[in-house]
């Protein structure tokens, strides 16, 4: 029997839902049941893909072509269970769908409305694709009060009636502000927050309060009575240092144990949190650190590259160092020698990016970390930069550039207007459409024997995700090479370059493909461990 657990939100946005989903579903696997966790975003967007990382931070890309919400990497971070086109949906998707079916005449003339037709559709992907899991937990976006919200609390609030109430459980995660004037932690705010829930016909099991210091007993009487919970279900959140320590708090204060409770579940046995603790001393005692210059477009806004940050602290748990990161956002580079912000740093890494701004920067700190033996690591758009500047200054290319921006005069890069996904031709049209239509996903890449990549992951062939929309031109691979830049990763019909590296450079590699994506903190991935392993040589060199 599959049990639902909702997870909504009160008072502010950006309390940590996503974490405190992950969190919960690592602890839930950690004694030994199936989990399985989804997004339901109120937006009208069809997905974040083309919204812009300001507005939204990182756009996550699963293995099968699903651009979502950041928070479910969280979800596979935590869980490791990958997830699929099916674990995120948004307000833009549903209404798609039921205007096509309205359009095809499916409602037999009948008017389509927000109850039961939206409702009914939001329900139905929740209980898609659960069979043979113990928990489903599922993330509703915003907070309560948005008026987006409202059709996906009406439909969960429903889902209680249709499943039961012992297979289904509330959460709601609010804010206990602390006033220093008055010296208390302030309980109003989730009153009000769960009062706003409590009017749409959804009681809360239990309360999760964000807070930055221990609740007093006082203050957790009062929500109980007043929200209406059990005392033992209201939850401090408390403010922590690594994002990894939160299941082992949550632990602490009984989480799992009040939701398992509330399923009316018994005798449930403790969960291993062996490797949580294990993760938790590496990221807090570290044997050294090393400092690392991530040259970007959206530095502004850490939540843009929260997978990169994530690996990087990865590939630090690796070598049981902590990294130092560095933002730096790549125009200051076209105005500036790079020498000056990154002399001494002890890697450089070029993240993906779209539009022309800031390119120069990026090439020129792709040009220093390979004149100065910096380590660098190139993704995405940071691969082709690299490309770019080997074409202009180890091949003589001259005018070397992509055509996604306007100064170039050869197409070293270029967009990509078909390519294969398994057996199935994939065409774009320049003008098209934007949203979805990028290479998504994870496709296959063989790597060539003796290289780099080859002995960093142990095998010849991998899987990688993608989400770009421009590739680098095969034709100049022999110029490229004669010059010193090897091809060592390529699709398998040899038609799309994957990766390149500098044989005769400390470390040096460009990768096509996101693997930030798929890096986690029990299983880093091979690219940033050794990466952070060849920063930490740098270090000593220094």
Not at 335 to 349: C, K, N, Q, T
């Given at each position: ?7 909504t ?9 996503g ?38 931070g ?52 009948g ?16 209980l ?26 009406e439909?969960?609030r ?42 749409i ?16 007993e ?7 009575l ?38 009316g ?14 993760i ?6 570290p ?10 477009k ?6 843009a ?48 990016g ?144 994957e ?20 890096s986690?903190?029990?299983?880093p ?18």
């Amino acid at each position: 029997m599959t049990r639902f657990i909702f997870i909504t939100g009160g008072v502010v946005s950006s309390l940590g839902k996503g974490l405190a989903s992950a969190s919960l579903g690592a602890l839930l696997q950690a004694r030994g049941y199936t989990v399985r966790l989804r997004k339901l975003d109120p937006y009208i967007n069809v997905d974040p893909g083309t919204m812009s990382p300001y507005q939204h931070g990182e756009v996550y890309v699963t293995d099968d072509g699903a651009e979502t919400d950041l928070d479910l990497g969280h979800y596979e971070r935590f869980t490791g269970v990958p997830a699929r086109q099916t674990d995120s949906v948004t307000t833009g998707r549903i209404y798609g769908d039921i205007i096509a079916a309205e359009r095809r005449g499916d409602y037999l003339g009948g008017t389509v409305q927000v109850i039961p037709h939206v409702t009914d559709a939001i329900k139905n992907f929740v209980l898609a694709d659960t069979e043979g899991h113990d928990f489903v937990l599922c993330e509703i976006g915003g907070t309560v009060g948005d008026i987006e919200g409202q059709p996906f609390l009406e439909a969960i609030r429903q889902l209680r009636n249709d499943l039961g109430a012992e297979r289904t459980v509330y959460v709601h995660l609010t804010l206990l502000p602390y006033i220093p004037s008055a010296g208390e932690l302030k309980t109003k705010p989730t009153q009000h927050s769960v009062k706003e829930l409590r009017s749409i016909g959804i009681q809360p099991d239990i309360l999760l309060c964000r807070c930055d210091r221990p609740i007093p007993e006082g203050e957790r009487r009062k929500m109980a009575l007043f929200c209406n919970v059990r005392q033992d279900a209201v939850i401090q959140a408390l403010d922590v240092k690594s994002i990894y320590e939160v299941p082992l708090r949550y632990h602490q204060e009984g989480f799992d144990d009040v939701v398992l409770r509330a399923f009316g579940i018994k005798d449930a046995k403790q969960p291993d949190l062996t490797k949580w603790q294990d993760i938790v001393q590496r990221v807090m005692q570290p044997e050294g650190t090393v400092n690392i210059a991530i040259v970007g477009k959206y530095t502004g806004l850490k939540d843009a590259y929260k997978s990169l940050h994530e690996a990087l602290v990865h590939g630090g748990i690796a070598n049981r160092v902590m990294p130092e990161l560095t933002w730096l956002d790549a125009e200051i580079f076209e105005s500036e020698d790079p020498i000056h912000r990154l002399e001494g740093v002890d890697g450089i890494l070029v993240p993906g990016g779209f539009g022309e701004r800031g390119t120069e920067g990026k090439i020129a700190a792709a040009r220093l970390a390979r004149e100065r033996n910096i380590p660098y690591f190139g993704i995405c758009l940071g691969m082709q930069m690299a490309v770019i500047e080997a074409a202009r200054n180890l091949a003589g290319i001259e005018g070397a550039g992509s055509s996604e921006f306007n100064n170039y005069k050869v197409a070293v890069v270029g967009m990509m207007t078909e390519w294969q996904r398994g057996t199935q031709v994939e065409r774009r049209e320049r003008g098209g459409n934007l949203g979805g239509t990028m290479r998504l996903g994870e496709y296959p890449c063989d790597l060539l024997p003796g290289t780099k990549v080859r002995s960093i992951y142990g095998t010849d062939r991998i899987n990688e995700r993608h989400r770009h929309r421009y590739e680098i031109n095969i034709n100049y691979q022999k110029k490229l090479e004669d010059a010193g830049l090897l091809f060592s990763g390529m699709s398998p019909d040899r038609l799309l370059p994957e990766i390149v590296e500098i044989p005769d450079h400390p470390w040096f590699v460009g990768v096509q493909f996101h693997p930030e994506l798929k890096s986690k903190p029990f299983a880093p991935h091979p690219l940033f461990a050794s990466f952070v392993e060849a920063a930490v040589k740098q270090s000593r060199l220094v």
